[in-house]
């Protein structure tokens, strides 16, 4: 199938250019459908190639030692990744994975390289592009650093413990986001923290506090 | 009645993106809006409120304290 010029013309990267110029870069990007679950990019291999979601959401993440889980972003269509190790010719910093079928437009490194060659006001598109995605880092590295999300969630479930089942107060994981002054993805990754320290207990659409006192603990709330 | 994520047909704009990454196809589009389709697979993963660009989609948790 060929790649949808009307797609690129609404990738950031590719913004401005005109269908001559989109026509020629078409002929060097390839399509590759991926299933729910698939890994197309693996963290610390050597990068090939860079990616536009056309359809679906990946994520983009790193793997601890132990095998615990922090998303980096979710890539939407129009959206790219795997772009810093094709432009410094480093490894895969992260990891990625179709979150349903995806269907991704590829480049290959040195394409991508007589793409900027022969247009090159495609530079300033990718400048702007990696500057968001440097200040969405920036912003992530500023709640895992120096934010005690942890203790804000606990406290935030906490203050919001319903007294009768199916009554109680809701929170969805940007609500508790938000409360907690993080993004959704620290949310899911501290709640999954919570329930490995036992204080709580994910349940489907409940979270039950399985451990007040150790909540409390963790909230910095001396027993 | 299983509890199921929540719809905001006025903030969708029928993408389709939660549809996709759903591992238990409870979601559909019907004249354009997302619809939700009651399944017991759905097991609250919350991918579709984490993909949806428009906050039209929720997973609200309940928050309850074990009785002891």
């Not at chain 1, 790219?80 to 432009?87: A, G, R, W």
């Not at chain 1, 910093?93 to 090159?120: Q, W």
């Not at chain 2, 354009?32 to 609250?44: L, Y």
Request: with cysteine.
């Amino acid at each position: 199938m060929a790649v949808q010029l009307e797609f690129l013309k609404g990738i950031p990267y590719f913004s401005g250019l005109g269908s001559v110029e989109l026509e020629s870069i078409s002929k060097l990007i390839f399509e590759k459908a991926i299933d729910r679950a698939e890994t197309v990019v693996f963290e610390g291999e050597p990068a090939a190639y860079l990616y536009f979601v056309a359809s679906g959401a990946v994520k983009v993440f790193k793997t601890s030692a132990e095998g615990k889980e922090q998303i980096l972003s979710i890539v939407r269509p129009g959206e790219s990744f795997n772009d810093v190790p094709i432009f410094d010719g480093g490894p895969n910093p992260a990891s990625a994975r179709a979150m349903g079928p995806v269907l991704l437009y590829g480049v290959k490194r040195n394409d991508m390289e007589t793409i900027f060659r022969n247009h090159p006001p495609i530079a300033l598109n990718v400048i702007n592009v990696l500057a968001r995605r440097v200040r969405q880092l920036v912003s992530l590295v500023e709640d895992l650093s120096f934010r005690h999300v942890i203790s804000r969630v606990a406290r935030i479930l906490f203050e919001h413990v319903g007294g009768e089942v199916g009554r109680g107060p809701r929170l969805t994981q940007q609500e508790m986001a938000a409360m907690a002054g993080t993004a959704r993805e620290v949310v899911g990754r501290s709640l999954k923290a919570l329930e490995e320290e036992g204080a709580i207990k994910l349940d489907r659409h409940r979270i039950i506090i399985t451990d007040k006192e150790a909540l409390q603990k963790i909230m910095g709330v001396p027993s | 009645m299983i509890e199921m994520p929540i719809i905001d047909v006025q903030k969708c704009d029928g993408c389709g993106l939660c549809i996709g990454v759903c591992r238990c196809n409870a979601l559909a589009i019907i004249d354009r809006i997302v619809t939700i389709i009651e399944s017991m697979e759905c097991d609250w993963c919350t991918d579709c409120e984490g993909v949806c660009r428009t906050g039209a989609i929720s997973c609200p948790f309940e928050i309850i304290m074990q009785e002891s």
